[in-house]
């Protein structure tokens, strides 16, 4: 068959003298290289070879013999193979059915809602999806697609950011603290190693490596897939104030990978970057605020590099071997995120043409919206917009919002009035400005962080808007400020990036400190992430995150006041029993807030000369991790709400053969 493919065989008259010359004709047209001059149907060869076999056409006269008539039989057998044959050959040569691209939605389960992150396994048959019901917190489900209804997996509450093994058998995620594997037909999950910050997406090799983000800031690490050590796997390049790699993408030889370099004061650096298991070396490879992914092309054709710029989700040609792309980026999907580079971007592509992407109409835009403790919702602050952050002043009057500009990125804090709605902008500064801190009684100061002068450093200016924003404290570290002390004589920050150690508490003096007094002493600096520390009201406890026994919990220190930061005795009590992070204070010290797997948690406390601690009860689930705080008397939190809750929940997307889409 190759051979008719690329030249005119012999006539059959040739090779077999007895055979009809008008079967030439037939078989030179069913074998003709242009289609429109083959026959065009099995029923005009069926005629054509009836008619020669009644006698429509006779052997040459000169090569004729006397034939038995039982002979006929065996001419008709022959006749009928060579005919098949011709078919065959027609079927062969003509070209496979174009594949179409085929889109279809996949919603939430019923009172359920979607989380950010999916996966799509490499077969193209199971999507794993973060769902959260009423009652219970996120956990991974699967969804085949050829069912119309996802199944929850037991034993993966919490979980976030899944990924596939190569043999769409397991799936990876995160969940308190950790980086775990579970059978996605089910069974119980496995614990791989410690991931206690905020862990970003991972990937799963041929060879049994996985490559994963651990925390912010820094690089991507590696481990077994069957657990054990992780140990880094990138490097980050500090003299370009590089702040964390995320989402690894492993590429087809199962050693190189495709992963996001950020710089959160450089936006404009952002890239995808390909790295390698074998050496620190790397390339770039094209500029993105997002995710990138690798996708073969559909019947043996070169792959593609999927990533996303000014909200389109892009595919462009691309060599693994070379690391070289070609062509232009093609579009695949729009509004896949915010144009913003501090939006999410989740999309999924499996290994024979499956492609899963959740549109971003519904999931960046925020609503305030006020929870009693009971989780109802009692009414909503200010229009929908891009709200990040927020803190309530002292008095209840008054909320400060982060808010990222939807063209540019960049964050500013803004102010709204509670009472009649007004909204006024705070900062101005072309940078990023965030995690807004009032001083206490009247609010009249807000401290805040800033990027304008490279790495992130310590601000504060008027809440009334007059004045300057004047500079609070400025070093190597980054810093983003998580309370001020009922008596406004300290201010806690996190700092980040300024040692060996990871995220470490800080104290810095505040204005009511003594001249010469304004220098910041650590309050939490070891190994482990210590994060958003609080006074407790009377200024004699702290509260704060830290991951010192493998994930995440909720403890309280004394705190002295002096640089000498906690007590010499090193006291303290953990007040979380299950995770917890994000700690707050009731106005009156009797009673600790924080969140437990997107729940908000309560626990009785008393702190005066000895502190002693409640059990933890769950008053009501937050959507999606959202940022909160509560009034002073501790029976109302404003939370930031994607406005998707409040509508309908916006489905995924689901494009089979979508390669075939980039050929129109």
């Known amino acids: 068959m190759a051979a008719i493919l690329e030249h005119d065989p012999p006539p059959i008259s040739f090779l077999q003298p007895m055979s009809p010359p008008a079967l030439d004709r037939v078989v030179k047209t069913c074998l003709a290289k242009d289609p429109e001059e083959r026959w065009q149907s099995a029923h005009d060869l069926k005629r054509e070879l009836q008619w020669i076999v009644e006698g429509g056409s ?14 006929l039989p065996w001419a008709l057998f022959a006749l009928t193979a060579l005919a098949a044959l011709a078919l065959a050959v027609v079927h062969f040569r003509e070209s496979p059915p174009e594949a179409r691209p085929i889109r279809f939605s996949v919603s939430p389960p019923d009172k359920a809602t979607l989380g950010e992150s999916l996966a799509i396994s490499p077969d193209g048959m199971r999507l794993a999806l973060i769902v959260s019901t009423p009652g219970s917190g996120p956990s991974l489900w699967i969804r085949r697609l050829d069912s119309l209804t996802a199944q929850p997996l037991p034993g993966t509450e919490g979980a976030d950011q899944p990924f596939w093994s190569p043999d769409s058998r397991f799936i990876a995620f995160f969940a308190q603290g950790k980086l775990k594997k579970i059978d996605a037909s089910g069974g119980p999950a496995q614990t791989l ?76 650096n952002n890239g995808i970057y390909v790295g390698s298991l074998d050496s620190k ?61 501090t939006s999410t971007a989740f999309f999924s592509v499996s290994a024979n043409g499956v492609l899963a992407f959740r549109p971003s109409a519904a999931l960046f835009n925020t609503q305030l919206v006020w929870f009693d403790r009971g989780g109802k919702p009692l009414g909503t602050v200010g229009p929908p917009s891009q709200n990040f952050a927020l803190a309530l002043s002292p008095d209840g009057k008054r909320v400060a919002v982060q808010r990222n500009d939807p ?15 007004g909204v006024s902008r ?23 962080a800033s990027n304008r002068d490279g790495n992130w450093n310590l601000y504060e200016k008027p809440s009334s808007g007059l004045g300057n924003e004047e500079p609070l404290w400025k070093s190597s570290d980054n810093k983003w400020p998580t309370d001020w002390s009922w008596d406004g004589r300290f201010i806690a920050y996190d700092s980040v990036g300024g040692s060996k150690t990871r995220g470490d508490v800080w104290i ?19 190994e482990f992430d210590e994060l958003g520390a609080h006074f407790s009201p009377d200024g004699r406890w702290i509260a704060y995150a830290s991951n010192e026994i493998g994930r995440s919990e909720v403890y309280v220190q004394p705190f002295t006041g002096a640089p000498s930061g906690a007590s010499r005795s090193g006291a303290k009590w953990q007040v979380s029993t299950n995770g917890g992070a994000d700690p707050r204070w009731r106005g009156d010290g009797k009673e600790l807030f924080y969140t437990e797997n997107n729940k908000i948690m309560a626990v009785e406390v008393k702190a005066g000369s000895t502190f002693e601690a409640g ?4 008053l009501f689930e937050l959507p999606n991790n959202s940022a909160w705080d509560i009034t002073a008397d501790g029976q109302r939190f404003l939370v930031i709400v994607p406005v998707e809750q409040a509508s309908t ?9 979508w390669p075939a889409r980039l050929k129109r």
């Open 193 to 268: 190693c410690d991931a206690p910050g905020f862990a970003s997406h991972g990937a799963w090799s041929r060879e049994g490596v996985i490559v994963f983000s651990p925390t912010r800031p820094g690089p991507l690490y590696r481990v077994s897939a069957e657990g054990g050590p992780a140990t880094p796997v990138t490097a980050i390049d500090q003299s370009r104030q590089e702040d964390f790699h995320a989402y690894p993408q492993f590429l087809p030889d199962g050693r190189r990978f495709l992963y996001l370099a950020f710089f959160v004061e450089r936006l404009k």
């Open 58 to 71: 006779a052997v040459s006269p000169s090569s004729r013999p006397a034939a038995p008539v039982s002979r």
């Open 426 to 448: 705070f900062t101005f500064d072309p940078a990023n400005d965030g995690g807004p801190v009032w001083s206490p009684g009247g609010g009249r100061m807000i401290v805040f």
């Open 508 to 526: 810095l003096p505040g204005p009511g400190g003594a001249p010469g007094e304004r220098k910041p002493f650590p309050f939490l600096q070891t």
């Open 615 to 618: 059990f933890p009860k769950m």
């Open 649 to 657: 929940p916006s489905p995924i997307t689901v494009v089979v053969n």
């Open 281 to 341: 070396d790397r390339k770039f490879l094209v500029a993105s605020h997002w995710m990138a992914a690798y996708a073969p092309g559909l019947n043996g054709q070169k792959g593609y590099v999927l990533f996303v710029r000014e909200g389109t989700l892009l595919a462009q040609w691309f060599d693994p071997d070379r690391l070289q792309l070609s062509g232009e980026p093609l579009p695949l999907a729009e509004k896949v995120t915010n144009p913003s580079p």
């Open 407 to 421: 063209q540019t990125g960049n964050g500013d804090i803004w102010l709204l009035e509670l009472a009649r709605g």
